[in-house]
């Protein structure tokens, strides 16, 4: 159990929607980073937050936006959901530095299907 | 942007073979990750190595960060070592994954 949480599981909706996915980092961490994981892309790296503040951003849409909060957890949001979104969406968190240099532990994922 | 190079892109072993997995990158970098993707998804992570070596029990790591490459050594595998093997090094704040090894280890 790495100790982050992400709900929910898994998540099935149509085109045109909009989601919110949850993470719960790990007791302590600072910094939240959030990864799309797709067949045709790979993983890639999305966006990274470190106490409250956007710290990096990485290849996401402008359909998607993510915030952190004052109790660390962050949420990311899909919004105009395309067949394209399906993916597993992970969120990993560490201790934080403002650079991100430490190990990052991962949740189990989000498994988002578009119908 | 910094690339990511991985190889072999696929191994099939016997259990108790030994392997040696490899991550290019072009450019500098700030730190290196490994992590392993089991058959379940789930990702977990082996090794923080910005340079020099790690050793966690069968595995070992070694980055050369002056040569930019880090190599990820699996000693007597074990099934439970099938999955997918992902590095990823961090540039000015930005994550960037290699496309992985998959393993097979065979009983």
């Known amino acids: 159990d790495s100790g982050v949480t992400q709900t929910p599981k898994h998540l099935i909706t149509a085109t045109g929607q909009r989601v919110t996915l949850r993470c719960s980092p790990r007791?302590?961490?600072?910094?939240v980073y959030w990864y799309q994981q797709s067949l045709d892309q790979g993983l890639q790296f999305l966006i990274h937050y470190y106490n409250g503040e956007e710290r990096a951003k990485g290849n996401i849409l402008e359909r998607f936006s993510a915030q952190q909060f004052p109790d660390l957890h962050s949420e990311l949001n899909l919004s105009s959901l395309e067949l394209g979104d399906s993916a597993l969406y992970f969120c990993?968190?560490?201790?934080?530095?403002?650079?991100?240099?430490?190990?990052?532990?991962f949740g189990d994922g989000t498994r988002l299907s578009i119908l | 942007g910094i690339q990511v190079e991985q190889s072999p892109p696929d191994l099939i072993l016997q259990e108790g073979a030994n392997s040696t997995l490899r991550c290019n990158f072009s450019?500098?970098?700030?730190?290196l990750q490994w992590f392993h993707q089991n058959p379940w998804g789930q990702l977990i992570n082996l090794f923080y190595?910005?340079?020099g070596t790690k050793q966690n029990g069968r595995l070992s790591a070694t980055t050369v960060a002056t040569e930019r490459y880090s190599l990820l050594y699996i000693s007597s595998s074990q099934t439970t070592d099938s999955g997918v093997y992902f590095c990823?090094?961090?540039?000015?704040?930005?994550?960037?994954f290699g496309k992985g090894t998959r393993l097979h280890i065979l009983p």
């Open positions: 990993a968190s560490s201790p934080g530095t403002v650079t991100g240099n430490q190990p990052q532990h």
């Open positions: 450019d500098s970098v700030n730190n």
């Open positions: 990823a090094v961090n540039r000015d704040d930005k994550i960037i």
């Open positions: 007791s302590g961490d600072l910094s």
């Open positions: 190595i910005p340079s």
